[in-house]
């Protein structure tokens, strides 16, 4: 899953601050190889500033031609929001001979806690910080 996780980095690129690619898996049944994989961008929470306590996320960019040079298709897909379920594009097939069903999430599930502080307190603009 580390190998999975760093080529989504590799390919993905943060539109303002952030820190990192929020990730969440279903494991393979027993017998199975089949991992379903979901990444999408960091809850940020606002500390300082006129919007202090705001939750937000940043917007990113995402090298599809870039990934697919690691990742065998089966299908690749897009899908507009749904009822829960955030826009994603999906990619179904083998991410170096592993089974993978791949969700890139446009945006964040809703109802999820901030993992990432913007701190708008230190002089030279925000930093960004895991939350603790």
């Not at 993992?115 to 230190?122: L, M, N, Q, R, S």
């Amino acid at each position: 899953m580390k190998e999975v996780q760093e080529r989504i980095a590799n390919c993905w690129e943060w539109h303002s601050v952030a820190v990192q690619i929020s990730f969440q898996y279903a494991r393979p049944d027993p017998g199975d190889d089949f991992w379903e994989i979901w990444a999408y961008p960091a809850i940020q929470e606002i500390v300082g500033g006129k919007e202090d306590g705001e939750i937000v996320w940043t917007g990113f960019s995402f090298d599809v031609l870039e990934f697919l040079k690691d990742f065998e298709p089966d299908a690749v897909g897009i899908s507009t929001r749904q009822y829960i379920h955030p826009p994603e594009l999906t990619f179904e097939g083998k991410f170096r001979g592993k089974d993978v069903l791949l969700h890139l999430c446009l945006e964040p599930p809703e109802d999820l806690e901030a993992t990432e502080i913007v701190d708008f307190y230190g002089d030279g603009g925000p930093v960004v910080r895991e939350k603790e």
